[in-house]
């Protein structure tokens, strides 16, 4: 399956890119993906478990199953006002 | 549909026009571009905002300041882009028959705004420096 991860922020300029494509084997959870990106992108392991996930405009633990198109979003600590 | 992201400037006149009849008082905060941060000078901020996320959350905010305060109507929008020193960044307006609620509903929706709503913040410094604000580091 496949997923889109969207980036921003100091993670976003970081990777170098806003959305990326990643595929992922059937069943994967948040936190396979962290895993799978933190290896190519350390700034995943810089801001740890201050870098919440957002799985369809949705917070997500690093539990919930993830499905083939879903939309993940990378969402360092926000800083609106 | 509320759209509360905007890339064009907050037009505050607007939001104060949505008074009803019955209401004693209009209550807006306006946040802008501050020139400096911590001791060093800023001259512009770059707003960068999960736009579907952040018009999900903005709408959920209102929604819930009209649970808890059913006489007062807030109303919020929140500019993205590069914005200069004194530019409006975000705007709210409560109006409600009375000024008590007013005042209350508009301070806890700019609380709620920066604690959860997905827009980060880029200090650009007049250094030629810049920085991505983390509220979470002292």
């Not at chain 1, 980036?7 to 990643?22: D, I, M, P």
């Not at chain 2, 911590?38 to 999900?56: D, H, L, N, P």
Request: hydrophobic share 45%; proline share 6%; net charge negative.
């Amino acid at each position: 399956m496949r997923v889109t991860v969207k980036l921003f922020g100091a993670v976003r300029e970081a990777v170098g890119e806003k959305e990326l494509s990643v595929q992922l084997a059937p069943g994967a959870h948040v936190a396979d993906l962290r895993r799978l990106l933190a290896r190519d992108h350390p700034v995943f392991e810089r801001f740890g478990a201050r870098l919440a996930a957002a799985v369809n405009q949705e917070t997500a633990p690093e539990g919930a199953p993830l499905r083939d198109g879903d939309e993940v979003a990378y969402l360092p600590p926000v800083a609106g006002g | 549909v509320t759209v509360f992201l905007t890339a064009d400037p907050i037009d505050v006149a607007e939001l104060l026009r949505e008074a009803r009849p019955g209401d004693g008082a209009v209550c807006a905060f306006i946040g802008v571009v501050r020139n400096e941060s911590e001791g060093r000078e800023t001259v512009a901020i770059e707003y960068e905002a999960y736009g579907a996320m952040a018009e999900s959350e903005m709408a959920r905010i209102e929604g819930s300041l009209a649970t808890r305060w059913p006489h007062v109507r807030v109303r919020i929008r929140h500019r993205v882009g590069l914005l200069p020193v004194g530019e409006p960044s975000v705007a709210i307006v409560a109006t409600a028959p009375h000024r008590d609620e007013a005042f209350a509903a508009c301070r806890a929706a700019i609380e709620e705004i920066k604690k959860r709503v997905p827009i980060w913040k880029k200090e650009i410094r007049a250094d030629g420096s810049s920085e991505w604000v983390d509220p979470t580091r002292a």
